[in-house]
């Protein structure tokens, strides 16, 4: 994908979310989602300026497909709110509905549950288990809340510092010792097994 632009990564397949949230925080909560349809639209210039029935067919069309998205992250009613208004945890979960509206095959997340409280942690679980089964496409994540990890994933590859030290299922990587000794580190492990022994 190096080199390539934005859009011909979209029509690869391919959306992703970011660590840092980028919305178009001044449109409402809609308009960001239908940003992601433009190219689906087939009327010209003329439809537009013009307003004629093709332009409002077309619409239409994507309204009630943004609405769809909206509502399998849990924003449906807060369609003409400003974006950047909305809580934390729901501005990550309306970047998800904008990448879903690229009818992506593959979506890549990049810390989605940063900054979420438990709650929204829990609520975003429920989110991907969805899109995961209804939208039949692959998820990559990248997140540091493991409960999160073991919870969704099906394969996982562990880093340490840049280096791979871990591919496997979750049973697997819970009981990695490599994994154990990099995340918790010898030291706690030698505090816990000198507690179990007393």
Known sequence: ????????????????????????????????VKT??????????????FRTPVYWKEEKALTER??????????????????????????RR??????????????LLDEPAAGMNPTETEELLEIIHFIRNEFKISVLLIEHDMSLVMKICERILVLDFGTTIAIGTPEVIANDTRVIEAYLGKEDEEVEADAKSE
């Not at 632009?5 to 960001?32: E, P, S, W, Y």
């Not at 449906?76 to 729901?90: C, I, K, R, T, W």
């Not at 990448?99 to 593959?106: I, Q, S, V, Y």
């Open 1 to 32: 994908m190096n080199g390539k632009k934005t859009h011909q990564i979209v029509d690869a397949g391919i959306a992703r979310t970011f660590q840092n949230i980028r919305l178009f925080k001044k449109m409402t909560v809609i308009d960001n």
């Open 36 to 49: 992601a349809m433009e190219s689906k639209l087939s009327y010209g210039l003329f439809h537009a300026v």
């Open 94 to 107: 309306l970047e998800i509905a904008r990448a879903l509206a690229t009818d992506m095959k593959l979506l």
């Open 66 to 91: 943004a609405k769809e998205l909206l509502k399998i992250v849990h924003l449906s009613g807060m369609e003409d709110y400003e974006a950047g208004n909305l809580p934390y945890g729901q501005q």
